[in-house]
Structure formats: structure tokens, C-alpha cells
């Protein structure tokens, strides 16, 4: 249990994910009120990882649900097993004869498989997909529904009845209640827009990439090595990369990709060659790298008359830099 | 405090946020967990169990700046300013005060102070906040249409809070304290701080007013912004619309991608394979272990795209061609053709370039066609029918944009009944309203006949629905 939203902040950091206190309040009122959470948010700005991390740091199993087209009930609540029901049918052929013994009519021994259809249809046959078991689960569960936005309309409404009482309905078995109350959160990249009923049940948390200081933490928590000016030069690099009008907007994992590459690199400065040579670390389409290059010369260019301009500090750092790279070669 | 966040819930709806009932609810359930005293976790609170829409949230925002801060803020910080201006004269501020109270204990009963007054002396904010929202509620503030009112509400609200008796009493009690034996100098340096204090609290009742009067505009300027876009006719955008309208262009073309892929694979289900499945359970001895389904074929629409690039239609056709593009990136089997008189294809010039200069491009002929020349229905449906009749099968749905106005040229209907005969649907966008189809040179009454669906399409709501007939 989370005590507070402070709380929340810390054993979260302690998991090493950084968040911001709204990302704190809404995980905090989801615990408190015990309401799904509806995640949005481009892609790669840890909507997932966020899950997993409150799982964890709650001391809760995860129980994912990965969402796509053609999702059915079968894939996310259950399913008779049916091959299991055969095999049992065709080992237990004799004590099937057997009960039918002695039935005068087709109407009475029908009558006698239908009092014994229970057994075929009980929970020994049922699989449990990931809905049913974090409902049936004994243990208090984190259940994650990824990318719902990939799943189709149909499931949409299924899921509504999950998600306002936690329970569902099997027609041969009855109505399954939650034996306890799991935190549910549901990650949508916003393909498609979600139901009214389905965002009216969730409270709704809108990740959107982070501004420049937590950027440098989440950097400095999850790639400690790097230096505390590269990291700064490159957040705000990738800051300025997203401002501009791209195909596919650079997210938090690709700067820690970047901020790797260029540690695997010994890269001790962001100059504009280095930069061009990782840039395909970040950007995934062609015609964006070429029009990030673009800007990003212009951006350079200035960044480096800036910092001659700024003065004796500034014009020691590349007076250090060729020699490092003498090291190097 | 329970009102006031009622009131916000139906700002939000005012503004075009929709907010239920139980979502209002959840709000106050929310803030029943949370301390309302920090202002972030407030507004995340009413954020995240309010505003469910991506795009909702920087009107959100707006209206939260709008509603909610700076009020407790000014407040403090005029407040804050009088006392600085104290300090600037070397006056301790927190012993003036304590002389004060003490004084006013001494005297206890003979001085009668208003709420107001007493709020003053103690500095108590979230008292003054109070009184400040009743007496503006009294004045009717909510009502405030334009700049001209805000010194008539304020004033009103000043009047109703008792701004004149509470300084006449303060006033009163400096005299008594003076007369009790308080030096003449602290007696003036207290007159002063409380009229500065007085002078702040007028300056925060006109910001209030002020804000008021914003969230009052706020409500009707974004309505009317977003209910200009989606119905403004494509041949009167600004620039800014223009760029704003091309988002809601792509999500429009993301949404027919979704539906179809939906619609794909629900088509994929079939039903139970007999043959197959007692063929391959053969090893069962015949009993059905493994359950085959039969496939059904998948529909995958194919779409032709012929859009008029005249200048008649430049600006309507700028969004056409968005929309292709668009639906370039969504589909593949998709190939668009441009006309004027000539007619050319651009499907590689969508799909080499980016989306602007592919526009730019394609109204100017994209080098496959000349665009100076006047519009030629029935030439651009001949050269189709004789250069590109094989782009179209039973299972292509043809769609055609543009004004049908042919300069008195052979409309050639006979070439859109060949490719209607072959084609799966010919749908027809016409920027013109139905009425004008067929007067002056407009030929439309003639192509009519060969058109499985032609509607009027002038602006972003019609293009919505017409897509939504065409996929559903």
C-alpha cells in the first residue's frame, strides 16, 4: 500500500522509475478509490513500464493482458478446453455407457447426459485467460491491459463489466466475483479513440514526455554512468529533436538508447559529427533523419557560439575534447 | 468548496469538455483522499477523473488558470507587497502587530469590528477569498459580458463586501489606540499598511472581475472555434486553420484505417470446416481433436482516387489531397490520379514525398499534367477509361472529387458508365450543394446516373460522414 502520494514517488524511484507528482496522484487515487487507470500517451514514454513498476513496488503479481485486433473472449477471459473434454468423454466412454443403461427412450437417456453435463462443463475444463485470473487470483493482483486501443470495439464493451465491478459472467458457470480488488491499468497509444464508457469508468493519466530536469534524472537513474554535461547537452538536444515536425517523435527510450550508444562510444561531447553518425539511433525513418540533420547543424552551430561567447569555462571543454579523442584513435 | 467545484465541473462543460454525472462524483471522491490544500495535486485530482481526451487537456488547463489560481496568489501577493512597503520604512511588522493585538485585548468589547475588518488586521487570506466570491456572487459577476463592466462589477463587489465602514472602523480603532496611548508614529505607519492592504484588496476584487470576464469569453470563444472548423466550408480557411485542419484530416484517415481493419478481420472468422477438420483428425481415428475453421477471403478494398486540381476548387482539393495522402499511408492499394483537363497519375509522387510538398506538387500538376488550362470532366474521364481502365476491378471503389463544372465541354458520361460498370462503387465529393448540380456548366445531372453515392462535401463534417458511409 501506498501511504501517500509522496510516498508514491519514492518507492517508485526506489524501483527506478522517475515520475512527476501527477503520475504519482493519479497511481495513488487508483489505489485509494479502486478504479482502473486509463493510460495514455505517445509511444515509449514508459505507459508499460509504469505498470510494472507499481506491480512490483506493491509486491503484486502482474498479470498482462496484450491487446490486438481479433482479441476475443476466448484469448482474454476463458475458454472450454476442448480437447481436455474430448479426451475425458472418450476415456470415460464406459461409465457414460454405463449411466445410459437401462434408458427406455432417446428422450430419457438425453435426459441423463444432460444431469451429468456439469462435469464437462465445470472449471476443471475452463482455461483462465489473464482477465479470469486476476479476478479468481487469491493474491491481491496488478492486472495490465496493453494497448487497449489495439483491440477491437467489441472488446471494448466486453471489458466494461470487468473494469466497474470486477467480475464476469460465464454462462455455464455463473457470475465470478473479484476475491480481491486488483488495480487495473489500461495503456492506449490513442490509435483509436476510446469508448465514453470505458473512460468514464477509469481515471485517466495523459504521460507526455518529460520536461528537461526529470529527463535528467530519469537519465542519470537509469544510465548512471554517463556525465553530467552529456547528459544535460543531449536532453536538451533531443528536446529541441522533438520540437520539430517528425514522422516518429523521439520518446524517453530513445534517448537512453542514445545516451548508451554514445557511452559505448566514449563519447565525452555531443559536436555535430558525432551527431550525425548516432542519429539513426533515435530516428527511425529516413526523411526524418535528413530533416533533423538539417536543424540540428543550425542548432549546433549556435549552441557552440553560445558557448564561446560564454566564456573561459566554455573554451576549456573543447580544448579537453581533442585530446581525448587522440586517446581514442 | 463543494459548489465551487461544481461550478468548475459545468465550466468544463460549457467549454465543450464532456463531464458525467459520475465523473463529478469520482472528483469529489478524489479530493476526499487527497489534501486540498496543495494546488498540483488538486488539479490532478480533477484532471485525471474529469477529462478523459488527450486533447482536452490544455483547454483543462486554461480553464483551471482561469478559475482557480492566482486568486489565493494575488491576495497574498499584494497583501505581501503592503507589507514589504512597511518593511521598506523600517517598521517591525510583527511587533506593530502584536502592540495591536494586545491593544484590542486591553480594550476587549469597546470595539465592535466587522468581519472584514477584523480579516484585514489578521491578514487571514482564505477568509478574504471567501468574502471576496460571496460578495462578487451578490453582484452578479458571473453575468459580466464585457470589458466596460469590470469597474461597475468590481465596485459592486467592493460595495457589497463593506470596503467603506471597515475602513471607517479601522480607522475609528487607530484613533482609540491613539488615545490609549499609542505613539503617533506607529499610529501612522499602521494607517499606512492598512490602506495599502485596503489598495491591494481593491486591485485583487478588479483582477477577479477581470478573470471573470476571460472565463465567461473562454467558454464562447473555444466553442466557436471548434464548432468553426469542423463547419467551415473549405474555400474560406485562414492559414492557421488550414494548419490545424490537417490534423484532423490525418485522424479522420486513421479512423478508416482502423474501422477497415476491424471489419478485415471479423471477415476472417469463419465458419467450422467439415472436410478439413474430419481430414486432418483422420489420426484421431475421426474423433474432432482439432477444429478447423473455414477462411473466408479477405476484402481489401482498393480505392481510385481522381481528384480535380482547377483553381476553382484549389483550396478544396488542398484537403482532398490531404486526405489522400492520408489514406495513401494507410492503404497500399491505392493509386490517385490528378486532372484538369489532362488527367495523370500521382500515386509515387504521395509516396516519395512528404506530405506538403506532395500537396504543393499535385496542384501544380505534379509534372504529369498541365493545370493551366480550364476543367475538362469529360477529356480527364477519357483519357482514364482509355490509359487506366485496368486499375479497376469488381473489387475497387472509385472516388471522384470535384465540382463537375466542364466548361460546356462533351461531359464523355459514357466513359464514367464504363468504369461504373467495372467498378465496385463510384463515390462523387462535390464541394457544390446539391441545388447548383446541373445549372450553368455544371454537368453533374448527367454524371449522376453512374454514381453510386454523390453527396455534397464542403466542409470537414460532411467529409466525415461521407467516409463513414463509404467504409461502413
Redesign the interface.
Known sequence: MFESVDRVISDLEKQGYVCDKRIATVVFLAQQLGKPVLIEGPAGVGKTELAKVVATALDRELIRLQCYEGLDEAKALYEWEYSKQLLYTQLLKDQVSATMEGAQSLTEAAQRVADEDSVFFSERFVVPRPLMQAITSDNPVLLLIDEVDKSDPEFEAFLLEVLSDFQVTVPELGTIKAKQTPIVMLTSNDAREMSDALKRRCLHLWIDYPSQELEIKILDQKVPEIDKRLAQDLVSLMHSIRELDLKKVPSISETLDWARSLLALNASDLDESMVTDTLNVILKYEGDINKAQKELSKLLQQKAAEAAAAGPQAVEAPAEAPKKKGVLH | MQEKVVEFTNLLRKSGI?V?V??GI?AF??LD??SIDDR??FK??L???M????DE?PAFDQLFDLYWSGFYDSLRDAFGEANAQMAAMDIDIDELMKALAEAIEQMDGDVDLSELAQALLTQDLSALENMIRDAADQAGTGNIENMLQVGFFSRRTTEGMGMEGAGQELEQLIQQLEEGGMSPEDAQALRDMLGAMQEGLRKVVRNFTERELQTQNHDYMEKFRREMLTEKSFYHLTEEEIARMREVVHRLA??IK?IL??RR??Q??GKLDIHSTLRRNMAMGG?????IYKHRRKDRPKLVILCDVSSSVANVSRFMLQFMYSLQEAFNRIRCFVFVSDLGEVTPLFKDA?VNSAIENALDGGDVINVYTRSNFGLAFHIFWRDYLAAIDKKTTVLILGDARNNYNDDKAWCLREIHNKAKNVVWLNPESPSAWGFGDSVMNRYLPYTDIAEECRNLRQLAKVVDSIVL
Do not use: W, Y
Request: hydrophobic content about 30%; overall charge positive.
Open positions: 464532456r458525467s459520475a465523473e469520482n471522491e478524489a483522499e487527497l498540483e495535486l490532478d485530482a484532471r485525471s477523473t477529462v478523459k481526451r488527450g487537456i486513421q479512423r482502423n481493419s476491424i478481420k471479423r476472417k472468422r474423433v474432432p481433436f482439432n477444429v512528404d
